[in-house]
Structure formats: C-alpha cells, structure tokens
C-alpha cells in the first residue's frame, strides 16, 4: 500500500459510528417490544405509561439513523455538526415514533372474530362426504365462519355421499349428529 492509497481510503467517523449503533438498538428494542410483547408475553401491555416501548424504540432506531444520515452528509467532524446531525435525527425521530406507538396500539386493539365452540355447529348445512351409515360414523363437509370444516356425524338412517345435511346436535367438537335438508 502506497502512500497515495492511504489518502483515499474512507474512515467513518466516530460520531456516525456512535449514531448507527443508536440505530441498531433501536430496532432491536423495537422487534423485542413487537415480537416478545405479542408472542412471549414479555411485560404487561397496559404498563406501558404515556409513552409505549415501541414509540422510545421507534425514536431510538430513526434518530440513530436519521442523525448517521446526516452527519455524513455534513461531513460532521465538528462539535457544530454533530449537533447538528442530532437535530436532523430528532427530526427523523419524532414522526416515527408517533407512527410506531400509533401502529402498535392498531395492533394491540384490534378487533377478532370469536373463536367458534361446538354451538355454534348447530344449524349449519353441508355434505355428506364420506357415507353415514345406520349405525356408526361417516363424514360431512360444512362451513363454520366462512371456512369448510370436515366433522364425523351420526344420522337416525343411513345417507350416501352427495346428500345435503342439516346439523341438528353437536356430540362434540369434532362429530355431530345430521338428519337431510
């Protein structure tokens, strides 16, 4: 290496370091507080305070960002810059973290259909697929919030495949007893 390939080698600077490593926390305080609140049931979701973890997280990671972006642009090897790349970073920041704490709270509140029970088996209609006989089992297909479900199902006579069925009791969560429609 000569000394002419010294001078053009590029350094990052230390404040763009320091802002990408704000960055990177950031988002990894960010996915912890998505996915380990949701599925690993880290931390209570109503001890959240006026500010939620997702908004201090999404804040984090867009300042960190946002201010590395900037430093770099100003070249930020000055005090003056780096203050300066700060304030581009909260710029980034505040947007963020507001859209953070709002789609986080979308998804934390968002409504769901009930989870169908074997009442709700009741009265639904559907096929023989698989034949009933008289005594025994065979299958039916219906639809139970909006989805086809394949139950066993007992009849008083024997029905052939093809039949449409009417449910008149559910014997459990998986079998039904079906007269024709």
């Known amino acids: 290496m000569t000394l002419h390939d010294v001078d053009t080698v590029q350094v990052v600077a230390t404040g763009t370091l320091i802002f990408l490593i704000i960055g990177g926390a950031g988002v990894g305080v960010l996915a912890l507080a998505l996915v380990g609140g949701g599925l690993l049931h880290i931390g209570h979701p109503d001890v959240d305070g006026p500010v939620s973890l997702e908004a201090v997280a999404g804040f984090a ?98 029905l052939p495949v093809g039949a449409r069925i009417f449910v008149v009791e559910a014997l459990s969560e998986t079998s039904v007893h079906v007269e024709t429609y």
Do not use: C
């Open 61 to 158: 990671g867009a300042f960190g960002f946002g201010a590395a972006i900037v430093n770099e642009l100003v070249g930020g090897r000055t005090p003056g810059m780096i203050a300066a790349a700060a304030a581009g970073g909260a710029l980034a920041a505040a947007p963020t973290a507001w859209l953070a704490a709002r789609l986080s709270r979308a998804a934390r509140n968002m409504r769901t259909d009930a989870t169908p029970t074997r009442d709700h088996l009741v009265g639904a209609t559907g096929l023989v697929v698989t034949p009933v006989p008289a005594e025994g089992y065979g299958e039916v297909r219906i639809r139970l919030a909006g989805q086809p479900v394949k139950l066993n199902a007992r009849a008083d006579r024997p």
